[in-house]
């Protein structure tokens, strides 16, 4: 019965299991990146469709604002990755809202469309959340590839 248990305890953290990497010069990393659908990287991103992700992250200082920066490497070429309004971080915390607390654990919603003109590539991204001062709160990167629907 224990074992039965646990395999079902277990489940869910294979299903959804951590999918980022630490961003370079030693930026703070969520605890927990989920990115829906995605188990294992590369992340497929499909055209035409949004892609979910649900970062975990504690803050280490009062913050009033925060925005998503998004860059994405493909073929050597970095450029950043236009989120639109969904750049604005504080309007897609779940279950609290900016001003923030230092040491406040805070879940972040991520929406990133995938355009159906986007090449069939591979690509990393990196999303850094900053504050208001341009300081990075939660840095880390995905390693993806831009997929077509399946039929």
Do not use: H, W
């Amino acid at each position: 019965m224990f074992r039965v248990l646990f395999l079902i305890a277990l489940v869910p953290a294979f299903a959804y299991g951590n999918v980022s990497r630490a961003c370079s010069g030693g930026r703070p990393q969520p605890t927990n990146v989920v990115i829906e659908g995605c188990t294992a990287p590369p992340c497929n991103l499909v055209r035409g469709q949004d892609v979910i992700g649900l970062i975990d992250f504690t803050t280490d200082r009062a913050v009033t604002s925060m925005t998503t920066i998004a860059t994405a490497t493909a073929l050597g070429v970095v450029t950043n990755y236009p989120l639109g309004s969904n750049a604005i971080t504080c309007n897609f915390l779940q279950g609290s809202s900016c001003p923030l607390s230092a040491n406040e654990d805070v879940t972040y919603r991520l929406t990133m469309p995938i355009l159906s003109i986007y090449p069939l590539v591979s690509l990393s991204i990196e999303i850094d959340l900053v504050d208001q001062d341009n300081n990075s709160v939660s840095c880390f990167v995905v390693d993806a590839q831009v997929v077509t629907a399946s039929k």
